[in-house]
């Protein structure tokens, strides 16, 4: 059964196969450029959880097995993707009158970014030969003059790479990171909601003062950690003060049962669709098309029957919805077993008729859900409306 047939209809056999047994049911199970295993394989890393790519890089790196390095150079390309970076992957293998890069990965606020991956640093390799990459992916107009070359490489302890770059006259063009701290980033960048933790990401992986920036990404990881644990209360703490919420203090929900409260929603709601949903940050998800998208709040349950559940919508998740074709913001409410999917349409239309926080750093529309009778609704408070939410309703729980 060809991968992505057998994915679709078997999503936890193929999530408890191993990457090598993957590959196998890729096509005819063996990697070449330009053919359906390929195709597939890419797609399906496309679609799965960050976590388990995490896996299959350091299944790689830790077994030698036939195709390995090739699965890696996908999976770190999806790594970029994950990032946030529109990827070009590139050739498996050299070919005659073509450019040997892994991959490229480009963005709109960032000079591009040529990437190499490596297993191993164990055989040393041609800086001169990156170098040619990059000048022949130039004068195709493929990447810019003030392009970068980033090479990724499996083991951590590259300290002869390191004085190779530094002492070549490449030292301002190359950069050095190994896969797993490629893997913090992915797990940073998908802890946060800041836009701009997404843009020192990729201005971390730009020629600065350091070769290898390793520990600059160990400072930042432990950092997210942190800010992490605190952001859900400040949602809390906002919503118990605000005009559309209760105004008096409660528990606070502990941000690991949040997390999996969303989770459970997004899965739900991808079954619905039809389609798996990849988390781009801690509240937005999309489809690997990035055509659905769907930001996920969860609320607990406050001590007011008019009005016991409360939202905060953000411009950055406005911003990322509004740029999909078909896009959703899902409320999901603690102790429900049911959730919402709030079309954007209908936020669009509406945003001027709900309340807003602007702090200048910091704004938000305010939704409310309000109680009709069994049933909930959102205040649409500045027109006196209650939009019921009924007919958006759907389950969490497993189908039998």
């Known amino acids: 059964m060809p991968l992505l047939e057998f994915w679709k209809n078997n999503k936890d056999v193929v999530l408890n196969m191993g990457i090598e047994q993957v590959v196998a049911n890729a096509g005819d199970g063996n990697l070449r450029d330009g053919t359906e295993s390929s195709a597939e394989l890419r797609k399906f890393l496309a679609e799965v959880k960050s976590e388990r790519l995490f896996d299959y890089a350091r299944h790689c790196l830790e077994t030698s097995f036939n195709r390995g390095p090739l699965v890696l150079q996908d999976v770190v390309n999806e790594f970029g993707r994950r990032l946030g970076f529109d990827v070009e992957n590139g050739l498996y293998q050299g070919k005659r009158n073509a450019i040997g890069f892994d991959g490229i990965w480009r963005s709109d606020s960032e000079t591009d970014l040529i990437i190499e991956v490596k297993t191993t640093d164990t055989y040393s390799f041609s800086l001169d030969t990156l170098a040619q990459y990059k000048q022949q992916l130039v004068e195709q107009s493929k990447v810019s003059r003030t392009s970068s070359n980033l090479i990724v490489v499996g083991r951590e302890d590259t300290g002869a790479l390191e004085a190779q770059i530094r002492g070549s006259r490449y030292a301002w063009e190359m950069r050095l990171i190994s896969v797993e701290r490629i893997i913090k980033l992915v797990q940073v960048k998908e802890k946060s909601n800041d836009p701009a933790t997404l843009q020192q ?9 350091y070769t290898k920036i390793d520990r600059i990404i160990d400072v930042i990881f432990t950092t997210a950690a942190d800010v992490e ?10 919503a118990e003060v605000e005009g559309d919420a209760p105004t008096y203090t409660q528990e606070r929900t502990a941000p690991e049962l949040l997390n999996a409260k969303r989770q459970q929603a997004i899965e739900a709601f991808g079954a619905l669709k039809k389609k798996e949903l990849v988390k781009y940050s801690r509240t937005l998800f999309w489809s690997a098309d ?9 609320s607990k349950r406050y001590d007011n029957e008019y009005q016991p559940y409360w939202y905060a919508f953000h411009p950055q998740w406005d911003e990322f919805l509004a ?9 999901s409410c603690m102790d429900r077993d049911e959730a919402y999917a709030v079309p954007y349409g209908w936020l669009k239309e509406n945003k001027q008729n709900l309340n807003m926080t602007d702090r200048g750093d910091r704004s938000y529309w305010h939704l409310a859900l309000t109680s009709v009778g069994d049933d909930l609704a959102i205040n649409v408070s500045k ?18």
């Open 323 to 331: 740029q999909g074709s078909e896009s959703y913001f899902v409320l």
């Open 383 to 400: 027109i006196g409306v209650k939009q019921p939410l009924k007919s958006l309703a759907f389950s969490l729980l497993p189908l039998n």
């Open 290 to 298: 990035k055509q659905l998208r769907v930001c996920c709040a969860v």
């Open 229 to 238: 644990s605190q952001e859900d209360a400040i949602q809390q703490t906002e």
């Open 201 to 209: 990401i990729r201005q971390l992986l730009q020629p600065f003062e």
